[in-house]
């Protein structure tokens, strides 16, 4: 994956008078993984985030071992948007990650077409309860793995699949949450997935 980072944008973008419609979409993963990444490399306004600083009441609650670098988290949500043509707009809520937010979870699962499960190869373990939870509300979903520096040999897609026991039509694909048209490809296969989901609905007598 490329090392390009993306930028926050300068200033507010209107959305545009064509929009019509608009889908609620969660970014869900473990603690670390780079979902707030991902919702700020995407948004095309300056995202709304509750990052807050870490301090030492969280030194052996948080697991930061293979996120020794990170020193801020997510308390409450991430908000975003992007507009992936002139009709279709995506509101993005980034979840918080630690175990003891993930009551946050269903209520921002509330009115949701569809969600992306970051995932991290050095901590896989970690996607299970996303994924559980989005299985267990019904949503449609996709998995990303964030490709960090050096990490591409690490695991393939395939290897990936198969530790998650994730079913052939859930798509899994490699992203890099730092870089924009990274993510929005990922948030261009949701939309795909959520397209051929309701297809198959109207041809299913």
Not at 10 to 22: F, I, M, N
Not at 50 to 59: L, P, R
Not at 133 to 159: K, M, Q, W, Y
Request: proline share 4%.
């Amino acid at each position: 994956m490329g090392s390009a980072i993306s930028e926050l944008p300068s200033s507010r973008t209107p959305l545009s008078h064509t929009a019509e419609a608009g889908l609620k979409i969660v970014v869900v993963g473990g603690f670390g993984v780079g979902k707030t990444t991902l919702v700020r490399s995407v948004s095309e306004i300056r995202p709304l985030n509750t990052e807050e600083i870490m301090t030492g009441a969280s030194v052996g609650i948080d697991e930061t071992t293979e996120v020794a670098g990170k020193n801020t988290t997510t308390v409450a949500f991430d908000f975003g948007r992007i507009s992936l043509n002139e009709r279709l707009v995506l509101y993005l809520f980034g979840a918080p990650g630690q175990e003891r937010f993930w009551f946050v979870w269903d209520r921002l699962f509330s009115g949701t077409l569809g969600a992306v499960v970051l995932v991290d190869t050095r901590r896989m373990d970690d996607s299970w309860y996303a994924i559980d939870r989005l299985e267990h509300h019904g949503i449609p979903f996709v998995v990303a793995v964030n490709r960090f520096d050096g990490d591409e040999a690490r695991f393939s897609l395939d290897e990936i699949r198969m530790a998650l026991t994730l079913p052939e039509n859930v798509p899994l694909v490699d992203c890099d949450a730092r870089v924009r048209s990274s993510g929005k490809d990922v948030l261009i296969t949701l939309v795909d997935h959520l397209h051929d989901i309701a297809r198959a609905r109207e041809l299913t007598p």
